[in-house]
């Protein structure tokens, strides 16, 4: 008989930017460490962003330790965003023209006519410059301006390594 186990027991969620109006501010989320895990989505959910606000820039960061040591730009092969996610729950998928080749997008933006939308970004470890010991990432998103941004951001870090009853942790090296 298959042992099913709860979400919990084979993914670990980690906070990655609070949800706050971020008028005026640039956000760096918290930095995960994947060396525990094979796959990593970066999800960011978008409430309320003014008419006025400026396009936010959204990237991710990799870097050989948490506390971001060696940081350069993390690039994917795709996003997918929700849109109007409080009465749709499709996610429509916006690929580089080399999906099938290596990562080579750096960045998306969020327009403000972003309200209430998802984004994730799927990494695999191997995305990751491994070689040079590269395992941790980071989200960042610019600023919208002097105008209010309503969004929050967190990490799904799954395909363990290890099966553990509590999986380890993505905040430490």
């Known amino acids: 008989m298959r ?4 979400i919990v027991q084979n993914a670990k969620f980690v906070h990655g930017i609070a949800l706050a109006d971020h008028n005026n501010n640039a956000r760096a989320g918290d930095w995960v460490c994947m060396k525990n895990y094979g796959h990593l989505t970066v999800c960011i959910i978008t409430g309320t962003i ?3 606000a400026d396009d936010m820039l959204v990237t991710l960061n990799q870097a050989t330790s948490v506390a971001g040591a060696g940081a350069k730009n993390l690039l ?16 429509v998928r916006t690929a580089s ?4 080749g290596p990562p080579v997008d750096s960045n998306f ?3 403000n006519a972003g309200d209430d939308n998802m984004y994730f970004i799927e990494i695999h470890a191997e995305d ?7 395992d941790c990432v980071q989200v960042a998103i610019s600023s919208p301006g ?3 941004a309503l969004y929050t951001a967190f990490y799904l870090l799954s395909s363990p390594r290890y099966v ?7 905040i430490i090296n």
Request: glycine share 4%.
């Open 50 to 52: 003014a008419a006025g």
């Open 146 to 148: 002097a105008n209010s």
């Open 109 to 111: 933006t969020i327009d």
């Open 97 to 100: 023209t080399t999906v099938a």
């Open 164 to 170: 553990h009853e509590t999986m380890p942790s993505a």
């Open 128 to 134: 990751l410059d491994v070689e040079n010991n590269f």
């Open 76 to 91: 994917f092969r795709e996003f997918w965003a929700g849109t109007h996610i409080l009465t749709s729950d499709t996610a």
């Open 3 to 6: 042992d099913f186990k709860q």
